[in-house]
């Protein structure tokens, strides 16, 4: 009879940490998509003014954020872009280094190089601008606001997110290959290129497409490096909401969602971010 009951209280147990789970996993689900469907919706107001309920239902927000935000959008993809790349070309030897190399110091390269991940924003951005503007009263050259600053200001703040996933990827990959072409003869460049590399690609897609959306969005930094002429989206998307609280911000953020989602699906299928990621 004892043992009749402790097997329903087993029982009993399970299917309230069963509940329990599943309670916590809906609540985490309505907390990340209501927002989402929130935007969406005001998305379609036919309002200038973003009044509940609306008069009525368009698409023409839509068709309006290329003619507002065109020309931030290809600023912020150029800056992007670039940002990355050299990101990736001084990430992946760094990860190489710090996943392969035992030497004096090794934990405080990897502490300077993830630096930039606990540095707030407002603080890097600042830091930065007057970084610029003092080399500028030495040189004479104009750099604060300038392009190349912008550029570099974005690959120093993605350079981590490539380091931690590539990383990530070479942890989890196989030193023999590496090493059996190194035994054979071939020289340390070789190896690199025609073994290593192709072994990380998935992780460096996947660090790739973090650091890519990293700089697209970043904003707080970005504020004190653009000047007249150059205007990333998220600095347009603020200073349009100064003046206009219509709902085309919520169709330029659908968009940036759909856009997004369908990378990381279209990327998951081909180089399997989860298992990059774990």
């Given at each position: 009879?004892?043992?009749?009951?402790?097997?329903?209280?087993?029982r009993?147990?399970?299917?309230?940490?069963?509940?329990a789970?599943?309670?916590?996993?809906?609540?985490?689900?309505?907390l990340?998509f209501l927002?989402?469907?929130?935007?969406?919706?005001?998305s379609?107001?036919?309002?200038?003014?973003v009044?509940?309920?609306?008069?009525?239902?368009t698409?023409?927000?839509?068709?309006?954020?290329?003619?507002?935000f065109?020309?931030?959008?290809?600023?912020?993809?150029e800056?992007?872009?670039?940002g990355?790349g050299?990101?990736?070309?001084?990430g992946?030897?760094?990860a190489?280094?710090?996943?392969?190399k035992?030497f004096?110091?090794?934990?405080?390269?990897g502490?300077?190089?993830?630096?930039?991940?606990?540095?707030?924003?407002?603080?890097l951005?600042l830091?930065?601008?007057?970084?610029?503007?003092?080399?500028?009263?030495?040189?004479?050259?104009?750099?604060?606001g300038?392009f190349?600053?912008?550029?570099?200001?974005?690959?120093?703040?993605?350079l981590?997110?490539?380091v931690r996933?590539?990383?990530a990827?070479?942890?989890?990959?196989?030193?023999a290959?590496?090493?059996?072409?190194?035994?054979?003869?071939?020289?340390?460049?070789?190896?690199?290129?025609?073994?290593?590399?192709?072994g990380?690609?998935?992780s460096?897609?996947?660090?790739?497409?973090f650091a890519?959306?990293?700089?697209?969005?970043?904003?707080?930094?970005?504020m004190?490096?653009?000047?007249?002429?150059?205007?990333?989206?998220?600095v347009?998307?603020l200073l349009?909401?100064e003046?206009?609280?219509?709902?085309?911000?919520?169709?330029?953020?659908?968009l940036?969602?759909?856009l997004?989602?369908?990378?990381?699906?279209?990327?998951?299928?081909?180089?399997?971010?989860?298992?990059?990621?774990?």
């Amino acid at each position: 009879m004892r043992a009749v009951s402790g097997r329903r209280a087993e029982r009993i147990g399970a299917w309230i940490a069963r509940g329990a789970m599943g309670a916590a996993i809906g609540i985490g689900a309505a907390l990340i998509f209501l927002p989402l469907l929130l935007t969406a919706y005001l998305s379609l107001f036919d309002e200038r003014i973003v009044v509940f309920p609306p008069r009525g239902y368009t698409l023409h927000w839509y068709a309006a954020v290329w003619p507002n935000f065109g020309a931030a959008i290809l600023t912020s993809l150029e800056v992007a872009v670039l940002g990355v790349g050299l990101a990736v070309l001084a990430g992946v030897p760094a990860a190489l280094v710090l996943a392969r190399k035992r030497f004096f110091l090794r934990d405080t390269l990897g502490i300077f190089l993830l630096a930039p991940l606990t540095v707030p924003a407002i603080a890097l951005g600042l830091a930065i601008y007057l970084l610029a503007v003092l080399a500028e009263v030495q040189t004479t050259i104009a750099f604060a606001g300038s392009f190349v600053i912008l550029i570099l200001a974005h690959a120093l703040v993605t350079l981590p997110w490539v380091v931690r996933l590539c990383a990530a990827g070479l942890v989890h990959q196989d030193a023999a290959p590496e090493e059996a072409a190194a035994s054979l003869g071939a020289k340390p460049l070789a190896v690199f290129w025609r073994v290593t590399l192709p072994g990380m690609k998935q992780s460096i897609i996947a660090a790739i497409l973090f650091a890519f959306v990293i700089s697209f969005g970043e904003l707080e930094m970005t504020m004190f490096l653009v000047s007249p002429g150059i205007t990333t989206l998220p600095v347009a998307v603020l200073l349009y909401l100064e003046y206009h609280v219509d709902p085309l911000v919520s169709a330029l953020a659908v968009l940036q969602m759909a856009l997004v989602g369908a990378a990381l699906v279209l990327l998951d299928r081909r180089v399997r971010l989860g298992a990059v990621l774990q």
